[in-house]
């Protein structure tokens, strides 16, 4: 009994004691507000019928603030956010009307996200050859021309939008004309071809129904020896659009030891398409220049009683002759 009085009148003693210290506070407060704002980090504050309300159009913004007190230090501090500043360069330019419109222009990607393209471009190789490589990824499974002088090779585009084409070239220089679909649109591209000299090269380009063909004799005298992995001519027969045809002969004439000729015969068929008529064909042979000079010829067929047989012109083309080296 006498513990629960004794906690009775701390208890008692405690309350009275909050409550004076309390209203002390209260009191204290009131009558030293500077002291206290001092002492919390606030300016004194301003009474409120020292302030003026001024419009917008008479009072200077920053006056007006100068004259607001400061915010407690609980107050939520904002701070000015600055715009970045934009320097003249290739970086932030802002681009004028059509600069704008070309970033806009829409691009079109094939299904696996390609550029549409096309891209073309050629390759020499060994051999006085010429690989033509086109990509185009929203072209795929469409027929493809590749021209190169007088004649054009066929090809077609993968599903993918791949082609890939090896050309015997006719010149040092090598130009080439990419023909897309139906040929309506055109891309043109040339490289240097660097063993060109190296080779004999005739070409015989014709077309219609005629059957005709490139009889090469190569006869070398006391024999003829090839380096490891050559053997001899080639010969590349070549079937174009609108029955369009060429036969290429190739000779590494600087890579074989050993001196002679290579005769050289145009062989004409004779048929029912072509008995009694004129067959017109383009040659194509090196002159003393090492160039490739391209020359019209006209073939006389025989009548068609002579229906099967075979004509061997041996004056169309030029024989090769073949120095030692």
Known sequence: MLNKLKRLDRNKIFTVALTFFIAWASGYAMQNSDRVAEIFGMDSPVPIENLSLASAETQDPDELSARLPNPPFFALQVPRLAMPSVKKGAAHEIPDDAGLAEMLKPRA????????????????????????????????????????????????????????????????????????????EKYKLSTEVPDFADFERVALFWEGNAVLRIHAIEKISGGMEFPAGASGGEMIRIEGPAAKKAEIYSFPAKEVSGSGVVRLIVAADVNAKTCGREIEAVTMQKNADGAIDPVAVVLQMPGCDRIGQTLMLKNILKDLKIASN
């Open 109 to 184: 990607f094939s299904p696996f996200g390609i550029a549409c393209g096309p891209a073309v471009r050629a390759e020499p190789l060994a051999g006085a050859r010429v690989r033509i490589i086109v990509n185009a990824p929203c072209r795929g499974e469409e027929n493809l021309a590749i021209v190169h002088g007088p004649f054009g090779v066929p090809a077609r585009i993968s599903k993918a939008g791949l082609a890939s084409v090896v050309i015997p070239a006719l010149a040092e220089r090598a130009g080439f004309e990419i023909r897309i679909g139906s040929g309506d």
